[in-house]
């Protein structure tokens, strides 16, 4: 099992930006999946980014964050990114990190490991 620990979540003003961190641990990551999700209170979950495997593996974002979130993966630090910016009340929400092997897909059923995740709150 790999372990995931996020980090860099908080309070911010609307307009306001935040970088989310998530670092893997355990068993190895070469070939392993990170993705963000968020759930807003009284809503589900949904899928915010993605990045593929090391090596330049393939990203994959949100058609609704798409504009102002970018994802990066530091591999010597196994360790993946989610940059934030022109956040929006719409945006508070608590930010999970998960894994999974090979492909990125967007499905939170699809993904076998997750952090405790890091809050979220975009004020106005």
């Known amino acids: 099992q790999v372990q995931l620990e996020e980090s860099g979540g908080g309070l911010v003003q609307a307009g306001g930006s935040l970088r989310l961190s998530c670092e893997a641990s355990g068993r190895d990551v070469s070939n392993y999946v990170l993705a963000w999700f968020r759930q807003a209170p009284g809503l589900e979950r949904e899928f915010v980014a993605a990045?593929?495997?090391?090596?330049?593996?393939?990203?994959l974002l949100a058609t609704s964050v798409k504009r102002r979130f970018t994802i990066a993966r530091d591999d010597a630090k196994n360790t993946v990114y989610l940059q934030m910016n022109s956040l929006v009340r719409e945006n508070t929400a608590l930010y999970c990190c998960?894994?999974?092997?090979?492909?990125?897909?967007?499905?939170?059923?699809?993904?076998?490991?997750w952090g405790q995740g890091t809050r979220v709150t975009v004020s106005s």
């Open positions: 998960a894994g999974r092997y090979y492909y990125i897909v967007t499905a939170a059923s699809g993904y076998n490991d």
């Open positions: 990045v593929g495997r090391d090596g330049g593996g393939p990203t």
